[in-house]
Nanobody, 123 residues
Framework: VQLQASGGGLVQAGGSLRLSCAAS????????MGWFRQAPGKEREFVAA????????YYADAVKGRFAISRDNADHTLALQMNSLKPEDTAVYYC?????????????????WGQGTLVTVSS
């Protein structure tokens, strides 16, 4: 499975961005999917996850109520709508896929990773 993340950029605090992740190969509709991020000098951290069906979602406390994860199994795409962005959201954002269809907030549960897209939020 190959994952290609896009949609990052520079935005002012309070603004919005929508990240996308295009999947190719494999059976996208059976994979659990997630978004993680890594800020400079920090470890990769969980952002949001979604089950294979899209019925179950899970968010890190830091983004709950501001971010929304979604998927389109027909188009093999994953999205992360980010609203009310804060400077502390600045990071490289990665999409990830796991063979098991449920969601997980642990990076080592994921089998495939995209290359990352940079989000910079200015104050």
């Amino acid at each position: 499975v190959q994952l290609q993340a896009s949609g990052g950029g520079l935005v002012q605090a309070g603004g919005s961005l929508r990240l996308s992740c295009a999947a190719s190969g494999g059976t996208f509709s059976t994979y659990g999917m997630g978004w993680f991020r890594q800020a400079p000098g920090k470890e990769r951290e969980f952002v949001a996850a979604i089950s294979w069906s899209g019925f179950s979602t899970y968010y890190a406390d830091a983004v709950k109520g501001r971010f929304a994860i979604s998927r389109d199994n027909a188009d093999h795409t994953l999205a992360l709508q980010m609203n009310s962005l804060k400077p502390e959201d600045t990071a490289v954002y990665y999409c990830a896929a796991r063979y098991r269809g449920g969601w997980s907030n642990r990076p080592y549960d994921y089998d495939f990773w995209g290359q990352g897209t940079l989000v910079t939020v200015s104050s």
